[in-house]
């Protein structure tokens, strides 16, 4: 499996200027290679190098360099269509797909340019990279990790790394092939429900409240909006200091219950059922102001990471439908809407039972995951002889 591994590149000055005149000129030349891809409807690789190569090699490129930059624009095209075929910018009468169709894609300045090992070598030992620029090849020049990262940069490093400048630091981001652990046969498997109120509730007691997530993100609403209010320049420079600290503390709180819900289960040999959420944004309407709490929950990261946590693990996991699964019994498998008396109480209209609605949730997802599981898995009857 592909992870990536993000180092910090502690450059000299003219070195760091060496790098930021490379990603402008990169993604200046990027953008002119997608107008002449929009232009002339370029739709492969080798046909639109054969419109662009030479001129991208007489702007000062190297031959690798030049290579990347019609590759990345490619791509970009790419997942442009993708995500067109699968409906992630609308219908095709609306506003946001005819704009996104209407005219070529640009790149930010600072944008992403990958690099191979050709233009790019590591010295792990001395903590140091030799990278190519604009300026000439640049050695020498020293990046910062975890000792982890360091470990899993020296053992699964493969294929190219992405140079990114973010508030005027430099970073590389490595793709590391990353070996998976064979899956085991699981003796049951652990329910678990996403929510708001409790960002995940298990089928086996855990419970991660987002009670401190929900009065983090109001106090940054609250500031962002208080610091937008006064419209001077150390307002801005703080505004963008700011920008992803709050990304960040919700990607760190989902690693942290990823891990725990991964760990619990490789621990007792059990599979992981999680609920299949593609399109809630779409399909669920909410007033206004639940809006926001919606639209900010991150659950769809906080899958992938138990995914790629639990694939590196080898525990087995499955998606189910989780429809009606707030108002199932877990105990009986009487379905009612009234079964759901409030958002943390449930009561069973059938059988009387008395639970917590979220853990009833995840009860009846770990019943469904192990139908999905058996209903899936290799026969064990011997062959007949």
Same mark, same amino acid.
């Given at each position: 499996?592909?992870? *990536?591994?993000?180092?910090?590149?502690?450059?000299?000055?003219?070195?760091?200027?060496?790098?930021?005149?490379?990603?402008?000129?990169?993604?200046?030349?990027?953008?002119?290679?997608?107008?002449?891809?929009?232009?002339?409807?370029?739709?492969?690789?080798?046909?639109?190098?054969?419109?662009?190569?030479?001129?991208?090699?007489?702007?000062?490129?190297?031959?690798?360099?030049?290579?990347?930059?019609?590759?990345?624009?490619?791509?970009?095209?790419? $997942?442009?269509?993708?995500?067109?075929?699968?409906?992630?910018?609308?219908?095709?009468?609306?506003?946001?797909?005819?704009?996104?169709?209407?005219?070529?894609?640009?790149?930010?300045?600072?944008?992403?340019?990958?690099?191979?090992?050709?233009?790019?070598?590591?010295?792990?030992?001395?903590?140091?990279?030799?990278?190519?620029?604009?300026?000439?090849?640049?050695?020498?020049?020293?990046?910062?990790?975890?000792?982890?990262?360091?470990?899993?940069?020296?053992?699964?490093?493969?294929?190219?790394?992405?140079?990114?400048?973010?508030?005027?630091?430099?970073?590389?981001?490595?793709?590391?092939?990353?070996?998976?652990?064979?899956?085991?046969?699981?003796?049951?498997?652990?329910?678990?429900?996403?929510?708001? *109120?409790?960002?995940? +509730?298990?089928? $086996?007691?855990?419970?991660? +409240?987002?009670?401190?997530?929900?009065?983090?993100?109001?106090?940054?609403?609250?500031?962002?909006?208080?610091?937008?209010?006064?419209?001077?320049?150390?307002?801005?420079?703080?505004?963008?200091?700011?920008?992803?600290?709050?990304?960040?503390?919700?990607?760190?709180?989902?690693?942290?219950?990823?891990? +725990?819900?991964?760990?619990?289960?490789?621990? $007792?040999?059990?599979?992981?059922?999680?609920?299949?959420?593609?399109?809630?944004?779409?399909?669920?309407?909410?007033?206004?102001?639940?809006?926001?709490?919606?639209?900010?929950?991150?659950?769809?990261?906080?899958?992938?990471?138990? *995914?790629?946590?639990?694939?590196?693990?080898?525990?087995?996991?499955?998606?189910?439908?989780?429809?009606?699964?707030?108002?199932?019994?877990?105990?009986?498998?009487?379905?009612?809407?009234?079964?759901?008396?409030?958002?943390?109480?449930?009561?069973?209209?059938?059988?009387?039972?008395?639970?917590?609605?979220?853990?009833?949730?995840?009860?009846?997802?770990?019943?469904?995951?192990?139908?999905?599981? +058996?209903?899936?898995?290799?026969?064990? *009857?011997?062959?007949?002889?």
């Amino acid at each position: 499996m592909k992870i *990536v591994t993000q180092v910090k590149l502690m450059p000299e000055a003219d070195h760091a200027a060496a790098l930021r005149s490379t990603l402008r000129t990169a993604n200046d030349l990027a953008c002119w290679v997608s107008e002449v891809a929009f232009v002339n409807d370029v739709p492969r690789e080798y046909e639109l190098r054969k419109h662009t190569y030479a001129h991208l090699k007489a702007s000062g490129l190297g031959a690798q360099a030049a290579q990347h930059v019609i590759k990345k624009v490619r791509d970009a095209y790419t $997942t442009l269509r993708a995500n067109i075929h699968a409906g992630n910018l609308g219908k095709s009468t609306s506003k946001r797909r005819i704009k996104a169709q209407s005219k070529p894609i640009m790149f930010r300045p600072d944008a992403a340019q990958p690099y191979d090992d050709r233009c790019l070598s590591w010295q792990y030992d001395q903590q140091t990279v030799s990278i190519w620029t604009m300026r000439g090849r640049i050695k020498k020049v020293r990046f910062v990790c975890s000792a982890d990262a360091l470990k899993v940069l020296q053992r699964y490093r493969k294929g190219e790394s992405d140079l990114i400048e973010r508030d005027g630091a430099f970073y590389l981001i490595a793709t590391c092939e990353i070996p998976e652990a064979a899956p085991y046969e699981p003796d049951h498997f652990i329910g678990v429900d996403l929510g708001i *109120v409790n960002i995940a +509730t298990t089928s $086996t007691g855990y419970q991660a +409240t987002g009670r401190q997530l929900t009065r983090y993100r109001k106090r940054q609403l609250a500031l962002r909006a208080k610091l937008q209010k006064k419209r001077t320049k150390s307002t801005k420079r703080r505004l963008k200091e700011r920008s992803r600290r709050e990304q960040r503390h919700v990607k760190n709180t989902n690693h942290i219950i990823a891990k +725990t819900i991964v760990t619990e289960a490789a621990r $007792t040999s059990a599979g992981i059922c999680l609920e299949e959420l593609k399109g809630i944004r779409q399909r669920v309407r909410l007033r206004k102001p639940q809006r926001v709490a919606l639209h900010s929950w991150a659950f769809a990261q906080l899958g992938e990471f138990i *995914v790629y946590k639990a694939r590196r693990a080898g525990v087995p996991v499955v998606y189910v439908d989780p429809a009606y699964s707030s108002k199932e019994c877990a105990d009986c498998g009487h379905v009612d809407r009234l079964n759901r008396i409030s958002q943390a109480t449930f009561v069973c209209r059938s059988c009387g039972v008395v639970a917590h609605a979220d853990r009833n949730a995840s009860r009846v997802l770990a019943r469904r995951g192990e139908n999905v599981w +058996t209903a899936g898995r290799e026969s064990r *009857v011997p062959a007949t002889p």
